[in-house]
């Protein structure tokens, strides 16, 4: 573990393991955001069916709903560092046969549903083992720094680079976005391999323990202590209203603002250029405000940025307001994300790392019912007033949570042995 002093806080160095790990999510989140652009456009190449076109990227959701939890189980179990090469690996050799499929004539509508489920399914081990890996690169000191490091780089390449690279890459055949998606695995994977991290520190599982009981373990840590379920609960509730928001932002944008798709792309812009801002400078806000109250800001500030989206009616108020949103989005993620990775016992982290993943997929589809119901009763402005008011639901189950002197509750299923800072 590397670290240097940057300023007045401890930032992780690009050389040596972290560096590494740093590189091999930035490229996958640039081959997934390939895929992700990819897909639904070679959908409407089979099919005209817009309930068949909508299942692929349902399945892109469905897996951490299913499977989430026995992932970040399974996280737990584990080598980390193995289980993650291995599985992006695995992806590299899928998604390498399903552009060989494409290029050949042979894709179908069920093999871009079975690949969407597939690569999922694989992504919540792979995600979990992640979360819970990073601690073992960096001193938790750097942990702030690490995570702000980690979330702007993949937001960059997934949010600003991959998107525009697509139709590019289609221009030499519909196969090319997954050829170049599986060559990003497989060279994320060699990377990964490479990292030299110690042995998990893990007490010997007790006769007859199965991965039921540990994911029921997790949750029992989760729900009892204060800090982490208001963590969680806060995470579920703001997903719910990022749902809302994003499912209607198009028609927010085209049609109450009248903006067009131009406007859709400046707005969606601004919102990424906004998550950049704020990882840039999260650091400095952490380390003034605190984590905590750095988190507690950031909702506040988003509630908002939300409110003034639903009622002033000009682009350049929405442009605005959505960069707020994401600066303060970025802000929101590096420190719930920290604070979880420092609260949780060691060897749950990944139990713990996935209930908080597995709400905020599953808020997400609710939310966007949710909008376009709204949408549909009230008028196209609504949906982001919906989300700010879950977003005031979200801020004020972090406050109970949030006091310094709220007491650890450690594991009490004789397995796992907690390995707190405080």
Aim: charge should be positive; glycine fraction near 10%; proline fraction near 5%.
């Amino acid at each position: 573990m590397t670290t240097v002093e940057s300023a007045d806080r401890c930032a992780p160095t690009w050389r040596g393991g972290f560096g590494r790990l740093w590189s091999a999510a930035v490229l996958s989140s640039f081959g997934d955001a390939l895929r992700t652009a990819a897909l639904p456009l070679l959908a409407v190449t089979l099919t005209d069916d817009p309930l068949l076109i909508a299942s692929v990227t349902a399945c892109g959701y469905l897996p951490w709903i299913v499977f989430g939890l026995l992932g970040g189980a399974v996280a737990d179990r584990v080598d980390q560092r193995r289980a993650m090469w291995t599985v992006d690996a695995l992806r590299g050799l899928l998604v390498a046969a399903f552009a060989v499929a494409v290029a050949s004539g042979h894709a179908s509508i069920a093999l871009l549903v079975a690949l969407a489920f597939t690569l999922t399914t694989l992504q919540t081990l792979f995600d979990n083992a992640a979360t819970a890996l990073l601690p073992a690169l960096v001193v938790r000191e750097a942990l702030g720094s690490a995570n702000a490091r980690l979330m702007t780089g993949q937001r960059l390449a997934g949010g600003l680079l991959g998107g525009p690279v697509v139709p590019l890459l289609l221009t030499a055949g519909a196969a090319a976005p997954f050829a170049v998606d599986a060559a990003t695995y497989l060279l994320a994977a060699a990377l990964v391999a490479t990292l030299r991290t110690p042995a998990p520190d893990r007490a010997p599982r007790p006769a007859g323990s199965t991965l039921r009981r540990e994911i029921a373990d997790g949750l029992r840590t989760l729900v009892r202590d204060r800090a982490l379920r208001g963590l969680c609960t806060a995470t579920a509730l703001c997903n719910v209203g990022m749902g809302a928001l994003i499912a209607t932002l198009v028609v927010l944008v085209t049609d109450w603002l009248g903006a067009g798709n131009t406007g859709y792309a400046v707005a969606l812009t601004a919102y990424a250029a906004g998550s950049l801002a704020g990882g840039a400078v999260n650091g400095r806000l952490a380390d003034r405000l605190g984590r905590t109250r750095a988190v507690l800001l950031a909702g506040t500030v988003q509630c908002a940025a939300l409110v003034a989206m639903g009622a002033v009616r000009h682009l350049g108020a929405l442009t605005a307001a959505l960069a707020v949103f994401g600066f303060m989005g970025m802000v929101w993620n590096v420190n719930t994300t920290t604070l979880m990775q420092e609260r949780s016992p060691a060897a749950m982290l990944g139990r713990i790392s996935s209930a908080h993943r597995t709400l905020a997929v599953a808020g997400a589809p609710v939310g966007a019912l949710l909008g376009g119901a709204v949408a549909a009763a009230w008028g196209t402005r609504t949906p982001p007033l919906l989300a700010a008011a879950f977003f005031v639901l979200s801020v004020a189950a972090l406050i109970p949570g949030s006091r310094t002197d709220v007491p650890l509750v450690a594991p009490d299923d004789g397995v796992t042995t907690a390995h707190v800072h405080r």
